[in-house]
C-alpha cells in the first residue's frame, strides 16, 4: 500500500463523514455510500476511524443517547450485567445451578462445588454467594451474626446491609468481614486472597486483631495465615478487581498474563489439566477472555501467538509442545 | 467456536431499520468512546514491537477496519484488549511472512501496555488524548476552525451554520472535511513525534 493510496481513502472518508453530517442526506447518499465501501475492505475502517474522531471532538450529546437505545447494556449497572452474563452463561453445569439456586435453602448448610463448576447461591438474609470451582463454604446466619466457612476454594459474597448483623468469612486464620459490601475471598497455600468489589472490609489473622486492614472496593491483598499482608497481589497476578472476578461469570480474563500463571488458572477449573512442556513459555505473557471451560481453546491460542505445537491426544491432559 | 468473551453475545436491536449513516454514526460513538483512546498505547506498543510507522499506520488501519465489520460492537466487553489483540495478531502474521520472530518485543507488552488496563492512568490518558485532539483545532484555517467549532461546540447544524455566515451550506460541509481531514493528519503525526521521543529515551537509557 502506497502512502498517497492511503491518505486518498483518508480524504474521501474525511468527505463522507462530513456528508453524513449535512443536513441533506438522502437515500442515494446512503447507497452511494455502501458501494463506496464494498470497493476496498479499507474504506470501512478509514470512514469509521475519521468517524470517529469527529464524534470525540464534541460530546454529541444527541448521538450518546441514541447510541444508548442502541444498545441497551454498554453501561448497564453492575447487577445487570451479573444477571445477564450469568443467564448467557453457556455451560449446562451453570445453568444447572441457576436452577438450583432458587431452591429453597435452610440458613445452615453448607455448599460445594465440583471442578468446573461455577455456583451461584441465595443467602436467606438477602445476600448472595458466587461459589467458584472446587469449593466449599459452610453457612450459618445467627442472630448476631452472620457466618461463612470457607472450607476450600474461592468464594465471592455479595452481602445484604444488615449493620446488627456482621458477616464474617473464614478462610483457614484468616478472618474478613463486612457489614453491606461485595468482596471474594479465595484461600490459598500459607493464606487468602481478599479482593473487594464494593465498600470496605476489615481482614485479618487469627490471633491478630491488632492488625486489621481496611481493604476498599478495587483493591486486592493476601493475608497470610502468620498476619503477614501484602497489598495488591492475588493470585494469577490478576490487575484489577474486576478481572480477577472473571470467573463469575464463567470467564478468565488474561491481561499481560505469564503463562504459567494463566495455565494455573485454567488447570483449577478443568480435570483436563493443561502441561507445559516448554519451560521458556512459562514467562510469556498472554491477554483475552477465556470460558473457564474451554482450555483447548486457550491452548490453541498460546500455540498460535508463540508458534508452538498443541497435542491433545491424551484425554487427560493437552499439551503445550515446544517449538 | 466461543472461545473468546470479547466475541459480542446478542445482537444490535433494531439494526435493520437503522440507515446506513445511523448505523455508523453509532458505530463511530462507540469508537470514539472505546477504541480511540487506546490508539496512542497500541502505535506505542507497536513501536516497542519494532513496527515501522508504515506498518504501523496500515496495522492500525486494518484494526479500525476489523471494528468497521463487526456486526455488533457493544458487547465487546474489553475493547482495549480486543484492539490491542487484533494489532498484535496482525502483526504477527506479518512477522511470519517475513520470517521474523522477535520474541522480547511480544515479552514486553505487559510493561508498555497491559498491566495497566485499564487503570485510572489510561482514563486520564484518553481525556488528555481528546483535550489534545480539540488542541489541533487551533491550527485550522479560520474558517474552517470556526465552521467546526459552531457545529461541535455551539451545536448548530450545517445548515444553520451555512445561514449564520452566508455561505451554502456545500461550503461548510467541504470546510468540515478539509478540517477533519487535516486534524486526523496531525493527530497521526503528534502520535508519531511522541514516539520518536519514547524511543530516543529508550536508546539513551540502553547506551548509558
Same mark, same amino acid.
Given at each position: 500500500?502506497?502512502? #498517497?493510496?492511503?491518505?486518498?481513502?483518508?480524504?474521501?472518508?474525511?468527505?463522507?463523514?462530513?456528508?453524513?453530517? #449535512?443536513?441533506?442526506?438522502?437515500?442515494?447518499?446512503?447507497? &452511494?455510500?455502501?458501494?463506496?465501501?464494498?470497493?476496498?475492505?479499507?474504506?470501512?475502517?478509514?470512514?469509521?476511524? %475519521?468517524?470517529?474522531?469527529?464524534?470525540?471532538?464534541?460530546?454529541?450529546?444527541? %448521538?450518546?443517547?441514541?447510541?444508548?437505545?442502541?444498545?441497551?447494556?454498554?453501561?448497564?449497572?453492575?447487577?445487570?450485567?451479573?444477571?445477564?452474563?450469568?443467564?448467557?452463561?453457556?455451560?449446562?453445569?451453570?445453568?444447572?445451578?441457576?436452577?438450583?439456586?432458587?431452591?429453597?435453602?435452610?440458613?445452615?448448610? #453448607?455448599?460445594?462445588?465440583?471442578?468446573?463448576?461455577?455456583?451461584?447461591?441465595?443467602?436467606?438474609?438477602?445476600?448472595?454467594? %458466587?461459589?467458584?470451582?472446587?469449593?466449599?463454604?459452610?453457612?450459618?446466619?445467627?442472630?448476631?451474626?452472620?457466618?461463612?466457612?470457607?472450607?476450600?476454594?474461592?468464594?465471592?459474597?455479595?452481602?445484604?446491609?444488615?449493620?446488627?448483623?456482621?458477616?464474617?468469612?473464614?478462610?483457614?486464620?484468616?478472618?474478613?468481614?463486612?457489614?453491606?459490601?461485595?468482596? #471474594?475471598?479465595?484461600?490459598?497455600?500459607?493464606?487468602?486472597?481478599?479482593?473487594?468489589? &464494593?465498600?470496605?472490609?476489615?481482614?485479618?489473622?487469627?490471633?491478630?486483631?491488632?492488625?486489621?486492614?481496611?481493604?476498599?472496593?478495587?483493591?486486592?491483598?493476601?493475608?497470610?495465615?502468620?498476619?503477614?499482608?501484602?497489598?495488591?497481589?492475588?493470585?494469577?497476578?490478576?490487575?484489577?478487581?474486576?478481572?480477577?472476578?472473571?470467573?463469575?461469570?464463567?470467564?478468565?480474563?488474561?491481561?499481560?498474563?505469564?503463562?504459567?500463571?494463566?495455565?494455573?488458572?485454567?488447570?483449577?477449573?478443568?480435570?483436563?489439566?493443561?502441561?507445559?512442556?516448554?519451560?521458556?513459555?512459562? %514467562?510469556?505473557?498472554?491477554?483475552?477472555?477465556?470460558?473457564?471451560?474451554?482450555?483447548?481453546?486457550?491452548?490453541?491460542?498460546?500455540?498460535?501467538?508463540?508458534?508452538?505445537?498443541?497435542?491433545?491426544?491424551?484425554?487427560?491432559?493437552?499439551?503445550?509442545?515446544?517449538? | 467456536?466461543?472461545?473468546?468473551?470479547?466475541?459480542?453475545?446478542?445482537?444490535?436491536?433494531?439494526?435493520?431499520?437503522? /440507515?446506513?449513516?445511523?448505523?455508523?454514526?453509532?458505530?463511530?460513538?462507540?469508537?470514539?468512546?472505546?477504541?480511540?483512546?487506546?490508539?496512542?498505547?497500541?502505535?506505542?506498543?507497536?513501536?516497542?514491537?519494532?513496527?515501522?510507522?508504515?506498518?504501523?499506520?496500515?496495522?492500525?488501519?486494518?484494526?479500525?477496519?476489523?471494528?468497521?465489520?463487526?456486526?455488533?460492537?457493544?458487547?465487546?466487553?474489553?475493547?482495549?484488549?480486543?484492539?490491542?489483540?487484533?494489532?498484535?495478531?496482525?502483526? *504477527?502474521?506479518?512477522?511470519?511472512?517475513?520470517?521474523?520472530?522477535?520474541?522480547?518485543?511480544?515479552?514486553?507488552?505487559?510493561?508498555?501496555?497491559?498491566?495497566?488496563?485499564?487503570?485510572?492512568?489510561?482514563?486520564?490518558?484518553?481525556?488528555?488524548?481528546?483535550?489534545?485532539?480539540?488542541?489541533?483545532?487551533?491550527?485550522?484555517?479560520?474558517?474552517?476552525?470556526?465552521?467546526?467549532?459552531?457545529?461541535?461546540?455551539? +451545536?448548530?447544524?450545517?445548515?444553520?451554520?451555512?445561514?449564520?455566515? +452566508?455561505?451554502?451550506? /456545500?461550503?461548510?460541509?467541504?470546510?468540515? /472535511?478539509?478540517?477533519?481531514?487535516?486534524?486526523?493528519?496531525?493527530?497521526?503525526?503528534?502520535?508519531?513525534?511522541?514516539?520518536?521521543?519514547?524511543?530516543?529515551? *529508550?536508546?539513551?537509557?540502553?547506551?548509558?
Amino acid at each position: 500500500m502506497t502512502r #498517497s493510496r492511503t491518505q486518498e481513502i483518508d480524504e474521501l472518508a474525511a468527505h463522507w463523514v462530513a456528508r453524513m453530517d #449535512s443536513d441533506s442526506w438522502t437515500d442515494a447518499d446512503d447507497a &452511494e455510500l455502501v458501494r463506496w465501501c464494498a470497493l476496498d475492505a479499507r474504506h470501512a475502517g478509514a470512514l469509521l476511524q %475519521a468517524q470517529a474522531l469527529w464524534s470525540a471532538l464534541g460530546d454529541e450529546p444527541a %448521538a450518546d443517547e441514541t447510541a444508548r437505545d442502541g444498545a441497551d447494556d454498554v453501561q448497564p449497572p453492575a447487577r445487570a450485567i451479573w444477571t445477564r452474563r450469568w443467564m448467557l452463561g453457556g455451560s449446562g453445569a451453570l445453568a444447572a445451578s441457576v436452577a438450583a439456586a432458587f431452591l429453597f435453602r435452610s440458613p445452615d448448610t #453448607s455448599y460445594t462445588t465440583a471442578v468446573g463448576e461455577i455456583r451461584r447461591v441465595p443467602l436467606a438474609d438477602g445476600s448472595t454467594a %458466587a461459589i467458584n470451582t472446587d469449593s466449599k463454604i459452610a453457612v450459618a446466619l445467627a442472630e448476631t451474626r452472620r457466618s461463612v466457612t470457607l472450607e476450600k476454594g474461592e468464594a465471592w459474597f455479595q452481602v445484604a446491609k444488615d449493620a446488627k448483623r456482621p458477616f464474617v468469612v473464614e478462610a483457614g486464620n484468616v478472618l474478613v468481614r463486612a457489614v453491606g459490601t461485595a468482596f #471474594s475471598v479465595r484461600r490459598r497455600e500459607g493464606g487468602a486472597d481478599v479482593i473487594v468489589t &464494593e465498600g470496605v472490609v476489615e481482614a485479618w489473622a487469627k490471633g491478630a486483631d491488632g492488625q486489621k486492614i481496611r481493604i476498599a472496593a478495587g483493591e486486592m491483598a493476601f493475608i497470610a495465615d502468620n498476619a503477614a499482608i501484602e497489598r495488591g497481589a492475588a493470585a494469577g497476578g490478576a490487575p484489577t478487581a474486576e478481572r480477577a472476578l472473571a470467573w463469575r461469570s464463567g470467564k478468565i480474563d488474561l491481561a499481560g498474563t505469564r503463562v504459567d500463571a494463566a495455565i494455573a488458572e485454567f488447570n483449577r477449573y478443568n480435570d483436563r489439566q493443561i502441561i507445559l512442556r516448554d519451560p521458556a513459555l512459562a %514467562a510469556e505473557r498472554v491477554d483475552g477472555v477465556f470460558r473457564t471451560d474451554d482450555p483447548i481453546g486457550f491452548a490453541q491460542v498460546i500455540a498460535g501467538s508463540f508458534d508452538v505445537g498443541v497435542d491433545t491426544s491424551n484425554p487427560k491432559e493437552i499439551r503445550i509442545t515446544g517449538q | 467456536m466461543h472461545r473468546t468473551a470479547w466475541k459480542w453475545r446478542g445482537t444490535e436491536a433494531g439494526t435493520a431499520q437503522l /440507515s446506513n449513516r445511523e448505523r455508523q454514526r453509532r458505530r463511530a460513538v462507540w469508537v470514539a468512546k472505546n477504541v480511540i483512546p487506546h490508539e496512542p498505547y497500541v502505535r506505542q506498543w507497536l513501536r516497542g514491537a519494532r513496527a515501522s510507522q508504515e506498518e504501523i499506520d496500515e496495522l492500525i488501519q486494518e484494526s479500525y477496519c476489523r471494528f468497521a465489520m463487526l456486526d455488533a460492537v457493544e458487547h465487546i466487553e474489553r475493547p482495549d484488549i480486543y484492539f490491542f489483540s487484533i494489532v498484535r495478531h496482525q502483526l *504477527g502474521r506479518l512477522r511470519k511472512r517475513a520470517k521474523i520472530v522477535p520474541i522480547d518485543s511480544v515479552a514486553a507488552i505487559s510493561e508498555t501496555i497491559l498491566d495497566e488496563a485499564p487503570s485510572p492512568e489510561r482514563e486520564v490518558a484518553g481525556q488528555l488524548a481528546f483535550e489534545r485532539l480539540k488542541a489541533l483545532l487551533d491550527d485550522l484555517p479560520e474558517r474552517c476552525r470556526r465552521i467546526i467549532e459552531m457545529r461541535k461546540f455551539d +451545536g448548530l447544524s450545517q445548515r444553520e451554520i451555512a445561514a449564520a455566515l +452566508g455561505v451554502t451550506e /456545500s461550503i461548510v460541509e467541504n470546510n468540515i /472535511s478539509t478540517g477533519l481531514r487535516q486534524i486526523r493528519e496531525t493527530w497521526q503525526r503528534h502520535e508519531k513525534r511522541a514516539g520518536d521521543a519514547l524511543d530516543r529515551m *529508550g536508546k539513551g537509557g540502553r547506551g548509558v
